[in-house]
């Protein structure tokens, strides 16, 4: 098949073009800017919140995979949630539609909900319940917290204990987090292709250790070989107060909506395990892989 993918040029998307070619799909990428492809990769240029600029480039295409996705806005750039999530998603169907593809692929994310209070979530869900109202035979999934060699959270984090043994805590830092492998994440979009029974299904997906946010740091310091760090807990409600003013500040680490997803936590069960027949990679390998190396 040949596969149209929006986003596949961020972190997701490279562990997902490689499963994809090992498959023996053929890939094509919208991309911002003209750049050198990675492999056998056919690129269109294009923004996705313009349909007129990309919807052509579609053509010829088997499937669409959208992983577009925003952690953070920064509305002086035009990068919100409302773009990048619930715009960028109903431009991909609808050029999906005008070129006669039927199958669509949509990366949510685990917490979407109907109530959700995070305008990430709320988007997110937006989202979703535009592919649901498609014609397409559309499967999403909701990873949880992705890890890898380029993710932006452990290596964050992995970057401040490497400067000092002292990693501040948000409140109790008892909150759960499930995080999976971006090989595995990848591994499951490239396997519903095949499989007709994933479509009109939704899918949460989580790694197969549940651990604390205060066990993580634990983690990513024994990774790194280092001891435990220091925690001094931080009021939440002292946060909440002072969140709001710093987060307009690009390089504020946090932001309300990130804290409102951190306490929500991000935990789900194993039922994606039944449909796509594989276990996903531990977090305390998966991590000191690529840690221990930097």
């Known amino acids: 098949m040949k596969i149209f993918i929006a986003g596949g040029s ?19 990428t919208l991309v911002h800017s003209r750049s050198k492809p990675r492999g056998e990769i056919e690129q269109v240029f294009g923004d996705v919140t313009r349909l007129e600029t990309f919807e052509q480039g579609l053509s010829g295409c088997d499937a669409v995979i959208n992983l577009v ?25 609808a050029a999906a539609t005008g070129n006669g593809i039927r199958r669509y692929l949509q990366m949510s994310a685990l917490g979407s909900r109907p109530a959700a209070v995070s305008a990430y979530h709320q988007t997110k869900w937006r989202a979703e319940e535009s592919v649901r109202g498609s014609a397409l035979e559309w499967t999403i999934f909701r990873p949880s917290l992705i890890f890898g060699p380029h993710d932006a959270f452990i290596n964050m984090l992995a970057a401040q204990l490497r400067l000092a043994p002292l990693m501040p805590v948000i409140g109790s830092g008892s909150y759960r987090l499930q995080p999976i492998h971006a090989d595995d994440v990848a591994r499951c979009f490239t396997l519903a292709l095949a499989m007709p029974e994933t479509i009109g299904q939704a899918y949460e997906l989580c ?31 002292l946060m909440k107060l002072a969140i709001p003013l710093m987060q307009k500040i690009p390089q504020f680490p946090i932001t309300m909506d990130q804290l409102q997803m951190l306490l929500e936590e991000s ?26 190396k930097t």
């Not at 997902?16 to 498959?23: A, D």
């Not at 996705?69 to 109903?90: D, M, N, S, W, Y």
Request: aromatic share 8%; glycine share 14%; net charge neutral.
């Open 207 to 237: 790694g197969g250790d549940r651990v604390s946010y205060e066990a993580l740091l634990d983690m990513i310091s024994a990774a790194l070989g280092r001891p435990r760090p220091f925690k001094p807990h931080m009021p939440l409600g």
């Open 10 to 28: 961020g972190f997701v998307g490279e562990h997902l073009i490689k499963e994809l070619q090992k498959s023996g799909h053929s890939v094509r």
């Open 267 to 292: 935990i789900c069960g194993g039922e994606w395990q039944k449909t796509f027949g594989f276990e996903p990679r531990g977090l305390q390998d998966g991590i000191g892989e690529y840690l221990h």
């Open 69 to 93: 996705g925003i952690i953070r806005e920064f509305p002086a750039r035009g990068i919100t949630f409302e773009r990048l999530h619930v715009q960028a998603t109903a431009n991909l169907l």
